[in-house]
């Protein structure tokens, strides 16, 4: 079974008890913020090797270096082959920091995009701007309605019921 399957297979089971899965992400997610603070501390080097070897740089297992290349997939300049991914395939986590902070906070992952190693990365101006594009990009904006008693907006001066709106 390809590595990823299993980690959504465990991570996304609807047979885990509520306790079970607190504990289960509650884990994952400070594994995970270890990960960033250390790829963050040096952005601009390429992290690359196996799954293995990233696995023990790291000091994780597998399986969780797994769910951690899922997540960051999006973020990477060039993603992974992550669907077919097995524990000798090499993959590499230069990221692009600018998506990787808008992900950041479009999974509402505070304990990531808040982390102090940001601070050396972008200035305080260029994190807000990040996170209100983000926050922009998700948001519906619905235009307003033209009545039909409203003067058209083609400009010809009539109402709209009498000319485009026909």
Do not use: H
Not at 67 to 90: A, C, H, R, Y
Not at 135 to 154: A, Y
Request: charged share 35%; glycine share 6%; net charge negative.
């Amino acid at each position: 079974m390809a590595l990823l399957q299993e980690w959504r297979d465990t991570a996304y089971a609807n047979d885990m008890d509520q306790n079970t899965v607190q504990q289960f992400w509650g884990t994952y997610f400070e594994l995970e913020k270890g990960i960033y603070e250390q790829l963050l501390a040096n952005p601009d080097e390429e992290v690359k090797g196996t799954v293995k070897e990233l696995a023990e740089k790291y000091g994780i297992e597998v399986f969780t270096m797994t769910g951690f290349l899922d997540g960051i997939n999006d973020s990477l300049k060039e993603p992974n082959p992550i669907d077919e991914m097995e524990e000798d395939t090499v993959v590499s986590l230069a990221f692009d920091k600018e998506k990787l902070y808008k992900n950041m906070v479009a999974a509402k992952a505070e304990w990531l995009y808040e982390l102090p190693q940001w601070e050396a990365i972008f200035t305080e101006e260029k994190r807000k701007e990040l996170y209100k594009e983000q926050k922009n990009s998700t948001t519906i904006r619905k235009e307003k309605k033209i009545g039909r008693n409203d003067p058209c907006p083609c400009g010809s001066g009539k109402k709209y019921k009498k000319c485009c709106g026909r």
